[in-house]
């Protein structure tokens, strides 16, 4: 942890401190991934590591606000999203290799942080700005490096002229979202990981490209 970490009423938290409240982050994340959100609370959170909910309140002004830390200590993480894209070709074999590790790092990404990740989902659907704020900051750690690949494609004469970058890059990284949320109930559908991947890399792949790939 870098930088000054404070109290909920300013004071600078020392090293004790610091790892006290980390270890209340990291039991939160826990309960997180088998509790529903709004059925967390401080007093759970506080036993479950081992310390009280005055404590907790040293730290945190609510549940609510421990998750939105730990909400964006993921979203500061989302570069490695953006690293999947960096100069990486979309000609040729290349561009299905590209392909096939975007969405190999995406699904990763999001059953990493699932848990996080469902909450997020939850309060921007209800319209809560510092949650959507959020999620697109992740979503755009790919989304303006795809757009800039079909931009770059489209300026040498490799897709139509018509095509407009910014919506087709939207589109996918929107799919690879809901897809990447909804990974454990493909499984339902009788579809495997190991099935659902070169799939959704062949859908991003002509998005991209507006070709089949070339393996």
Same mark, same amino acid.
């Given at each position: 942890?870098?930088?000054?970490?404070?109290?909920?009423?300013?004071?600078?938290?020392?090293?004790?401190?610091?790892?006290?409240?980390?270890?209340?982050?990291?039991?939160?994340?826990?309960?997180?991934?088998?509790?529903?959100?709004?059925?967390?609370?401080?007093?759970?959170?506080?036993?479950?590591?081992?310390?009280?909910?005055?404590?907790?309140?040293?730290?945190?002004?609510?549940?609510?606000?421990?998750?939105?830390?730990?909400?964006?200590?993921?979203?500061?993480?989302?570069?490695?999203?953006?690293?999947?894209?960096?100069?990486?070709?979309?000609?040729?074999?290349?561009?299905?290799?590209?392909?096939?590790?975007?969405? /190999? *790092?995406?699904?990763? %990404?999001?059953?990493?942080?699932?848990? $996080? #990740?469902?909450? @997020?989902?939850?309060?921007? &659907? /209800? *319209?809560?700005?510092? %949650?959507?704020?959020?999620?697109?900051? $992740? #979503?755009?750690? @790919?989304?303006?490096?795809? &757009?800039?690949?079909?931009?770059?494609?489209?300026?040498?004469?490799?897709?139509?002229?018509?095509?407009?970058?910014?919506?087709? &890059?939207?589109?996918?990284?929107?799919?690879?979202?809901?897809?990447?949320?909804?990974?454990?109930?493909?499984?339902?559908?009788?579809?495997?990981?190991?099935?659902?991947?070169?799939?959704?890399?062949?859908?991003?792949?002509?998005?991209?490209?507006?070709?089949?790939?070339?393996?």
């Amino acid at each position: 942890m870098t930088g000054q970490v404070r109290t909920v009423d300013g004071r600078v938290a020392g090293r004790r401190g610091q790892a006290t409240r980390q270890k209340l982050l990291d039991c939160l994340s826990e309960m997180l991934s088998s509790s529903p959100y709004r059925d967390v609370k401080v007093i759970d959170v506080a036993r479950k590591a081992g310390t009280s909910p005055a404590t907790f309140y040293q730290y945190f002004p609510d549940v609510e606000g421990a998750v939105l830390e730990i909400a964006e200590q993921m979203a500061s993480q989302s570069s490695v999203l953006t690293e999947l894209l960096e100069g990486r070709s979309w000609v040729g074999k290349a561009g299905w290799q590209t392909a096939q590790e975007l969405v /190999e *790092g995406f699904l990763d %990404f999001w059953r990493r942080n699932d848990a $996080i #990740l469902r909450v @997020v989902d939850l309060g921007a &659907a /209800e *319209g809560d700005k510092r %949650f959507y704020k959020l999620r697109m900051k $992740i #979503l755009n750690s @790919v989304n303006s490096s795809l &757009a800039d690949s079909v931009a770059e494609l489209q300026s040498k004469g490799r897709i139509d002229k018509d095509v407009n970058p910014a919506a087709i &890059a939207g589109a996918l990284v929107a799919m690879l979202a809901a897809v990447a949320s909804h990974q454990k109930g493909f499984t339902s559908w009788g579809v495997k990981q190991a099935e659902l991947k070169p799939n959704l890399a062949l859908l991003v792949h002509l998005g991209v490209t507006g070709k089949k790939p070339t393996r």
